[in-house]
């Protein structure tokens, strides 16, 4: 996933740089992320489902009306090192605001927040060798190999996919997702209870952990809903 922090704070962008990657291991994610001092130097910004923008300064609302004007404000976090600059963040629809210094937890909250609540409603496409499917990320419940072709179960229906299971996971945000044996992988989102014997999930259909894949099934789940931040 792409990241893209517009401040020409150049010493602030390092350090939030710095935080993003940690957060990143923490999270097994994969991020890229990229330090622009001034907006005209910033590409196409639609590559980016994440950005970081500065409102200090006296020439940047209108960088902000910009991005308003573009309709992209709810995936943007306003950075700035006044608290004043919460209200005009609210103002302009983004989904947040952090102030300066960086506080590790403030901001490992902030993103877990957005992960939730944004990464999981991107869609995703499936093809079952017919046609072409376009589901919600968040409705998938789990993946079940099915020899060199998956299915994908969701709530209210199950989808064919002539991928391998493997692909289909790579396809999908990896922290929210974890594998329970050779043949599941689940949606830590949907989870109802588990034990070494079942996961129980929001459709109340049971699924049975292996010995081999429990103990970083566990982990994951209590990563996502109990974080111990590092």
Known sequence: MRIAIFDDDFENSTKLKELLYLYS???KTDF?????PSFEKMPNIRNYPLIFLSLDGKNKRHIAKRFYEMDITKKIIIIGSDYKL????LMLNAFGFIKKPYDKNTLFNILRDFFKRTVTIMPIIINNGAENFCLNIADILYLEA???????HLSD?????NKTMARVSAALPQNYFSKINRAFIVNLNHISSFSSKNIVLSNNEALPPSRHFY??????YLRVKSPKIP
């Open 146 to 152: 099915n020899n060199k072709h998956s299915i994908i």
């Open 215 to 220: 103990k970083s099934f566990k982990d994951d």
């Open 157 to 161: 229906q199950t989808v064919y996919c």
């Open 32 to 36: 890229v992320v990229d330090i622009f």
């Open 25 to 27: 291991n923490f999270q």
């Open 86 to 89: 919460a209200a005009d963040a």
